[in-house]
């Protein structure tokens, strides 16, 4: 009877993973549509968050990367900000 009842256990635990198997798809589908969303916004974050260029300047570069994807970004590295910073002297 113990033989019986074991493998009774061991089918139920079958069939709840595999009725779990679309959940946990869903679960990793999510996770991956959330990780590349991060990355797409990752750059409009990071000129956000910058101090090396002005107000304007930054709406330009991000509306930049909305409508040019990541060559944008790439060309905000090599070439921001437009206008040079002045140095301050002591």
Known sequence: ????GNILLVLAAIMVI???LPVIGLG??????????FIWLLPILLIMASDVTG???KIAWILAI??????????YF???PIKPRQ???Y
Do not use: N, P, Q, Y
């Open 66 to 75: 909305i409508f040019l994807s990541w060559f944008a970004w790439i060309f």
């Open 28 to 37: 990793i589908g999510a996770l991956i549509a959330f990780s590349v969303f």
């Open 78 to 80: 090599l070439l921001a």
């Open 55 to 57: 107000t304007g300047e």
């Open 18 to 20: 595999i009725l779990a």
């Open 87 to 89: 140095r301050l002297r």
């Open 1 to 4: 009877m113990k033989c019986l």
